[in-house]
Structure formats: structure tokens, C-alpha cells
């Protein structure tokens, strides 16, 4: 009986802290420009993109709401290859540097449609 219900605490317990962790990872929508057109709020010009775009130091996620997120955990070509393009973001929110450890990328299929496909995941 004591062997039970040591078990079942700790199977309680294990379920309390997968839950406690997923409840910390978002989702989070936007686009994905580079760190100066975000602190400007706009997205990377379409004149002179690549030249643009081998200058700019890091990307970030930019929200509608103007907001915009580090993104770490996640590599800088394959946020070259997703510039201005509507993504969802999923990770968790590391409010000290306002980044974002990031989970997994989906990127819109097509101009105006609400599907998106998973294009990376972390390791």
C-alpha cells in the first residue's frame, strides 16, 4: 500500500512538472525582419533586399502590436531564408532580454491563407 501511493505521488508530482513547463511556452505571431528595421518598426525595404539584409546584425521576430523579440536558439540563415515573411514562433518568452528561446519556426503558406508550415524545430 505504501509502495502505491509513494508511486502515485510521484507520478502526480512528473505530471505537475510537464505541465508546469509547457505552460511556459507561447506562441507568438509576427514577422521576422532585421534588428534596425524593428527599432524603426517597419519591415526590411523590398528595394536593395539582399544588400539590406547582409547588413543588418541580428532578426527578430516583429509583432502587430510593434513589438519586437530577440530570437535565440535558432540559426541566422535560417531566419534569412523567413525575412518578411508572417511567421508563428513558438518558445519561451525570456522577459529579462525580451527574447525569445525559440521552439519551433512556422512560416505562412501564401499571401493570405492561415496555414503554416513547420519549417524548423529545435534539437
Known sequence: MLLFRTFKFGLMAGLLCSLSLTAFSDAFQGQIVGLDCAEHGHLCPVRQFEQHISQEAAFVLLTA?????????????????HVN??????????PDDHSIKVQQLQVQLGHGLSRYESVWKAP
Open 65 to 81: 502590436d510593434k513589438k519586437f523579440y530577440v530570437l535565440s536558439n535558432i540559426g541566422r540563415d535560417t531566419l534569412v531564408r
Open 85 to 94: 515573411k508572417k511567421v508563428i514562433i513558438s518558445g519561451t518568452l525570456q
